[in-house]
């Protein structure tokens, strides 16, 4: 396992953008897949994307498609994820975890990774 830490959350209009950060330490950091989930109130955990070590391979929601990027940074042990046309649908607490790489990658689902950050809230206002 490794150490996450999520941040760049925080309110923002409608329209607008966010870039999220998750920092990795710990001694297996530098070859984790990625992932970030959200959960809006009242609702389950959702996929939000995903990247695999290297970062040639990443995997997006169908509700953030074209709209959300996601990339890391090796060299800083950081993901990050662009979010950009922001709804009031994306207003969520967003959580990035992690898997070490030598563990077959199904980015989709939670409960396969072993690392979870304590989460960043965004807000989005109409």
């Known amino acids: 396992q490794v150490q996450l830490v999520e941040s760049g959350g925080g309110l923002v209009q409608a329209g607008g953008s966010l870039r999220l950060s998750c920092a990795a330490s710990?001694?297996?950091?530098?070859?984790?897949?990625m992932g970030w989930f959200r959960q809006a109130p009242g609702k389950e955990r959702e996929f939000v994307s995903a990247?695999?070590?290297?970062?040639?391979?990443?995997y997006y929601a169908d509700s953030v498609k074209g709209r959300f990027t996601i990339s890391r940074d090796n060299a800083k042990n950081t993901v990050y994820l662009q979010m950009n046309s922001l709804t009031p649908e994306d207003t969520a607490v967003y959580y990035c975890?992690?898997?070490?790489?030598?563990?077959?990658?199904?980015?989709?689902?939670?409960?396969?990774?072993?690392?979870w950050g304590q989460g960043t809230q965004v807000t989005v206002s109409s």
């Open positions: 975890a992690g898997v070490q790489a030598t563990v077959r990658f199904i980015p989709r689902v939670g409960a396969l990774y072993d690392s």
């Open positions: 710990g001694r297996t950091a530098s070859r984790q897949n």
């Open positions: 990247i695999n070590w290297s970062g040639g391979s990443t």
